[in-house]
């Protein structure tokens, strides 16, 4: 392959070369990274690490003052030709809780410090959902700010 690719072309790469049979956990990266992007001041990338993974990752953009950290999640995507593929959902370990003990905290594996992934093998409600909250709990815990919900006006109680 010639030439640098952006990043909405390698995140089409795999997407058009993800398994039918593993459809169910596309869906759970569609539903993890799609509510992120949506977020103000989220940016992403995707690295490819070719027959290996594709690395999702998201970050703040303008990145709040004194944050230095390159991202508040990232999801990667390992791939292989024989093996079901699965993701890591990590974060900053000190950027989420896990009442669930459902992760795992991975001493110097983000960038230097230590994550706290979860291991993703197929589509379950219960855990994407779970999930999803750590994803809104790191964007916050990174300085992101969630839009407030426009709903009907409320009268002032007198």
Request: proline share 8%; charged share 25%; net charge negative.
């Amino acid at each position: 392959m010639t030439g640098e690719q952006n990043p909405q072309q390698i995140l089409r790469r795999l997407l058009d070369q993800w398994p039918v049979r593993q459809r169910p956990l596309r869906q759970v990266f569609a539903e993890l990274t799609g509510a992120a992007i949506r977020w103000p001041d989220v940016a992403w990338t995707i690295i490819e690490r070719a027959g290996i993974s594709f690395s999702w990752r998201a970050r703040l953009d303008p990145a709040p003052e004194g944050r230095t950290r390159p991202v508040f999640f990232l999801i990667d995507i390992i791939i292989s030709d024989s093996e079901p593929w699965w993701l890591s959902v990590c974060f900053y370990e000190d950027e989420v809780i896990d009442p669930a003990e459902a992760g795992n905290a991975v001493p110097q594996g983000l960038f230097e410090e230590t994550g706290y992934c979860f291991d993703v093998e197929d589509f379950d409600r219960e855990q994407t959902g779970y999930l999803s909250e750590r994803v809104m709990e790191a964007f916050q815990n990174a300085g992101g700010v969630l839009p407030q919900l426009s709903g009907p006006p409320t009268a002032e109680l007198g």
